[in-house]
């Protein structure tokens, strides 16, 4: 590990817009009648239900069992009855299975896990038994079962772990508040993790744009044994390829993952709830988002139980002075369109971004001109360009050839392409057409 961190190839510096949200400590959302808890939060197998209409459940108990190893089980985020098991809008526009809960108002505890205080000397596979059993996904946007990563196979040996508190992404403080308010329980979850990987140290990287969190972090960091580590500002700087590379030099190759160059990446917000799994017995039943974008009234950072609507977490914030022209789960470079207000916080969403109308421009996609600027920004070293072209020629084999599953989709290219070409949405398809192929072939 370097102590000056290296600068990766690419990326792009938008405006991060971070002041509307950033100085708004987390407020505790108030409890809601009913929640309508998507069952599949997790990159992976979906879990299996294990209630039905009319059971009566309490706070945390299980409502899906994982359905198998790549998969996490479901708890429910408050006491009350079961309602329903239907569907509800989901994220990328379909309608998706749900469990309704109707809260009865007590928000009682079930029989929650058992803490484990004494967890430097608990066996490692009880720690990350508990990290399973919580239900603990990626939160920095992915959900991908936080257990699998902490599962290396067989010969591949790990000798870093990095924490994720660069929070690119443009609008979003959620996990800036998170390293400010709950600094103890974010150096904490590093130890958990570490010590579960049979490592003796972590480091934390935090975007320098946050001198406050990189403060009080590295205050707390040093009786843990972790360290802090100020990463340059440049858009993608969060995504793990390129926060791997930052801190330790090492480039993960096209094709490979982070246990290949022996490393670990899991987000703050996903350190802080395997600490509160570990030492509360605490399961992931909520989410801190940021509620952010010029037409909100009163932007902030919310914890909000997973199954809260989009439309009562705007309610929370005053609602709008203007009307937005785009509703994004998620910041603007990454995030999803949403086209209902019905769909609900799940484990990986991060925030709620209302665009106004100022901020969107109004343009038809017009030919590549072959500036190359897309070459220049893109941090994983494709094509986007030559990509987008095979992919709105139904190319998908040549797509694949120019590594289009090795794109990150951070947007970088989208951003800059003088030309407005939805250089990201075809990448996205691409991928899925290359992947429905795969799954005949099967």
């Excluded at 590990?1 to 405006?15: I, L, Q, T």
């Excluded at 037409?295 to 309610?315: D, H, M, Q, S």
């Excluded at 072959?370 to 893109?378: L, S």
């Amino acid at each position: 590990m370097s102590e000056k961190p290296r600068k990766f190839k690419g990326g792009v510096h938008p405006n991060d817009s971070k002041a509307l949200s950033k100085s708004s400590p987390i407020q505790d959302a108030p409890l809601l009648e009913t929640y309508k808890v998507i069952m599949h939060q997790n990159i992976g197998a979906p879990p299996e239900l294990v209630v039905k209409k009319g059971d009566a459940v309490k706070k945390g108990d299980l409502l899906a069992k994982a359905g198998g190893f790549v998969s996490v089980p479901l708890h429910a985020p408050t006491s009350g009855t079961v309602k329903a098991i239907d569907k509800c809008p989901g994220p990328t526009g379909m309608a998706v299975p749900s469990i309704e809960i109707t809260a009865d108002g007590e928000d009682e505890w079930g029989a929650t896990f058992e803490p484990i205080t004494d967890w430097k000397n608990c066996d490692p596979a009880v720690l990350k038994q508990r990290v399973w059993d919580a239900g603990i996904v990626g939160m920095g946007g992915a959900g991908f079962p936080a257990h699998v990563k902490l599962s290396p196979p067989e010969g591949k040996v790990i000798d870093t772990l990095i924490l994720n508190g660069a929070e690119c992404e443009p609008y979003l403080t959620a996990d800036h508040r998170i390293m400010l308010e709950q600094a103890e329980d974010v150096v904490l979850g590093a130890a958990i993790i570490a010590r579960i990987l049979g490592l003796e140290t972590a480091v934390i990287g935090v975007e320098e744009n946050k001198p406050d969190a990189i403060s009080q972090l590295t205050e707390i960091a040093g009786k843990y044994n972790v360290t802090v580590q100020a990463l340059p500002v440049n858009y993608p700087q969060g995504a793990e390829k390129q926060l791997i590379y930052a801190i330790t030099g090492r480039e993960v190759p096209i094709g490979k993952l982070p246990m290949d160059v022996n490393c670990v990446v899991q987000n703050v917000a996903s350190a802080v709830a395997i600490a509160e799994a570990v030492v509360k017995g605490r399961p992931s039943i909520d989410r801190i988002t940021t509620v952010t974008g010029k037409p909100v009234v009163n932007p902030g950072n919310w914890r909000f139980r997973l199954g809260t609507p989009i439309e009562k977490a705007l309610e929370l914030v005053g609602g709008v002075n203007t009307q937005p022209a785009k509703l994004l789960l998620g910041g603007p470079m990454m995030g999803i369109a949403q086209s209902s207000l019905g769909v609900t916080i799940m484990k990986n969403t991060s925030g709620i971004l209302l665009v106004a109308a100022d901020e969107v421009s109004l343009y038809t996609s017009e030919p590549c001109i072959r500036c190359g600027r897309c070459v220049e920004v893109c941090p994983m070293s494709i094509l986007p360009a030559t990509i987008s072209q095979a992919v709105e020629n139904k190319r998908f084999d040549w797509a694949e050839e120019l590594n289009v599953m090795a794109c990150i989709e951070c947007g970088s290219c989208s951003y800059v392409c003088p030309s407005h070409r939805p250089l990201n949405q075809h990448f996205k398809r691409g991928k899925i057409e290359i992947q429905a192929q795969l799954r005949k072939k099967k």
